[in-house]
C-alpha cells in the first residue's frame, strides 16, 4: 500500500517550491502595504528551506506571514519547517513536541486556503499540505488517528477518483481494528480506478492479513483477469499458494495438494506468456517439491524432484545471462 512517506513527500514538496519560485505565483498583488517585506522574507525563507537550514526558513516564513497573512503558500512551508525540526527520537519532550504543534497549524491553514483557489498550484500545495497533516498524525509523530480521518475524508471528497486515499483511510480503520470499515473502504479504492492492478493488490493484501484466503485469492484472480496477457498477475497467484500451502501447518493432506497444484496451474500461465520468466520457474520448481512431499509414490515423488532441479538450474541459467547483458 502506498502511504505518505516522508521521504517522498519532501521531494513533492521541493517540487512544488521550485514552481512557486519559477512562477512568482507569490508575488501576486504586491501593491499592498506590507508586501514588499513580505516578498524579501518569503524569497529569503525559500533560499533557507532549499539549504535544509529549517530553524532559519521557519523564522523568515513567520516574518512573511506576519507580513502578509494572504501568502496562503508560505504556511504550508512554514509548516513543514517545524515538521523538519521534529525528532522522533526525542517524542515526548515539550520542546520537540511544539515543533509538530506548529506544524499541524499551519498545515491546516494552508490547505483550507489553497484547497479552494482556482489556481492549480495552489490546488497541488493544498493537496500536499492534507498529506502532510495526515502524516503528521501518524504513529510516528503525534499518533493521532482520530484527527487524520477526517483530513483523509475530506480529501476523498475532493478526489473521489483517487485510491491512494482510500487505502490510507482503510489502513487506518484496519489498525484501529474497525475490519468492517477496513474492508468497505479498500473496495471502495479498487471500484475507484478498477482498470489499476494496484487495488485488487491492496484489497488482496488486506484479505491476507486478515486470515481469509478464498477472497485473498478471489482478489487476486479478478486482477489477473484484468491482464491476461500479464505473466506478474498469474505468477503472483501461485506465491500465495505456495505460501499458503508451505505455511499453514493445519491444513489438511488433501487441501495442501488441492492448493499446491492449483498454484502450479497459475505459474504454468505464467510460462505460458512468458517462457523466460525466472522468479516463476523458481517457484513452479518449489511448488514441485511441495508436490513430492504429499506423493505417496517414490517414484513420482522423484520425478517431481528432478524437474524442480532443472527449473532451479535453468531459472539460475536466465538469472547469469541477464547479469551478464547488463555488464555488456
Known sequence: MRSFSGASLVVKAAVVLSVLSASGLALTGCAKVGQLKAMKSFKAANQAYQQQDYKKAAQLYEDTVAADPNLASAYFYLGNSY????????KGEAENDAMLTKAVDNYAKAAETLS???????????KLSLEYLVAAYGAEKLNDPGKAEPVLQK???????????YFQLAKLYEDAGAYDAAEQMYIKGKDAKPGSADGYMQLAG???RQGQFDKTIEALEQRAAKEP?????FYTISTFYWDKAFRDARLKETDKRDFVLKGIEAVDHALQIKPDYAEALVYKGLLLRLQANVEKDPKKQQELLKEADKLRDKANELRKQKAAGATD
Open 206 to 208: 488486506y484479505y491476507n
Open 116 to 126: 479552494a483557489s482556482n489556481d492549480p498550484a495552489d490546488k497541488k500545495l493544498g
Open 229 to 233: 496477457n500479464n505473466p506478474e498477475a
Open 83 to 90: 515538521d523538519q525540526q521534529f525528532k522522533p527520537s526525542k
Open 155 to 165: 480529501m476523498i471528497q475532493a478526489e473521489p477518483g483517487e485510491p491512494t486515499t
